[in-house]
Structure formats: C-alpha cells, structure tokens
T-cell receptor, first 106, second 119 residues
C-alpha cells in the first residue's frame, strides 16, 4: 500500500486567512492525488482531482499543486464554512487516504 | 441528478454480519465502479474495497480480506457491502462512492450508514 502522510494534523486560522496543507506519498504517484473536504454528518466532498484540477462547483479559493511525492492544498480567503477535515487520497495504485487535517476557523 | 442512497443505521452484536446497500440513480450504473469507505469514531477514512459493475469483479483491502464481500444487482442499480464476524472496531460510518476509471477520484458519495457493533 502507498502510505500518504498529511501535515499538519490540525490547524486554526481566521476568516480571510490563507492556509496550506501538505500531503506526501511514500513513493511517486505522478499526479494521481485528490483532495476531499469532510464535515461531520455529511458525505466527503471532492475538491481537487489529479493534483490541481478544481472539481465542478467548488469555489476557486481552493487550489492544489504538486506531482511525484509532494502535494499541497491551499485555501485562500478562508470562510466560516471551510471548517472541516481535509483528506488527500492517492489513486495511482489502489486507493489510500492521508490521516486528515482538521481545520478550525476562529 | 446523480444520487447514491444507502440503507439505514443498524446495531449488531459481535460475531454477527451486516449488509449495507447503496442504490444508484441519475447515471449509467455500469459505467462506474463502486467503492466502499468507512470512518470509525475519531478516525480517518479507510478504503475497504471496490466492484466492477459489469463483471462483478472485486478487490478488497488486505486488512478486511475474508470478512468483506461486495456484490451488485445490475437490474436494481444497487451495490451491497457485507461484513461478517463483526467486532467492536467495525463500529463506523460506511460510505459508498463511485469512480469512473481506475485512477479517477470518488466524485459522488452516499450519505453514509452508521453500523454499531455492541453486545
């Protein structure tokens, strides 16, 4: 299995701030990296696919970058509704999720 | 519109089995693989397995091999996930999610089904 390591595990930021979450793969996964937002009691929501492609309907303040083993999710101009846990997922060889990053909006 | 509607919450005793259904609508059922993912309390997302809706071929997480089975009924556009020999650590919310191709993301998810394993 391809191990996915996210950092940080949790962070707190204010409305209007910008935050970056990092995801590292145990070996190269090219650009087969997806990002999801998950709120309690809801289904996870696809934000970014293939490292940098914005899913339809997702606000443009969400962006992704990276390739190989290192990837980032950036959320700019944070909004209160961005409070959630964010997961990276590799789809290069099977499917593996990172351990999640819990984002709190102050 | 695409919808994946799952069956309701269940409480099971240790050693029992549970079957969760996921009914798809709004798209061609046989054009998308279906996967199952679970989230135990306070934990992250864990991939469980997948099914090819055309062939019925399956692939499972190694940690669940021998206890999980995913099947489908193409006439009902429904996928089933059965987990046997339940233990307390199987208490989780279970999600189905569809995938178009082998390396594609999970673009639509079911609403989740809470399975509680308790004596």
């Amino acid at each position: 299995d391809t191990r996915m390591t996210q950092s940080p595990s949790g962070l707190s930021a204010s409305v209007g701030d910008s935050v970056t979450i990092t995801c590292r793969a145990g070996h190269t996964i090219n650009k087969y990296l997806n990002w999801y937002q998950h709120k309690p009691g809801e289904a996870p929501r696809l934000l970014i696919y293939a490292a940098s492609n914005l899913q339809s309907g997702v606000p443009s303040r969400f962006s992704g970058s990276g390739s190989g083993t290192n990837f980032t999710l950036t959320i700019s101009s944070l909004q209160p509704e961005d409070s959630a846990t964010y997961y990276c997922q590799q789809s290069f060889s099977g499917y593996t999720f990172g351990q999640g990053t819990k984002l709190e909006i102050k | 519109q695409v919808q994946l509607v799952q069956s309701g919450a269940e409480v099971k005793k240790p050693g029992a089995s549970v079957r969760v259904s996921c009914k798809a609508s709004g798209y061609s059922f046989t054009s998308y693989y279906m996967h199952w993912v679970r989230q135990a309390p306070g934990q992250g997302l864990q991939w469980m397995g997948e099914i090819n809706p055309i062939s019925g071929g399956t692939s499972y997480a190694q940690s669940l091999q021998g206890r999980v089975a995913i099947t489908r009924d193409t006439s009902a556009s429904t996928v089933y996930m059965e987990l046997t020999n339940l233990i307390s650590e199987d208490t989780a919310v279970y999600f189905c999610a569809r995938v178009h191709l082998g390396t594609s993301p999970f673009d639509y998810w079911g609403q989740g089904t809470l399975i509680t394993v308790s004596s």
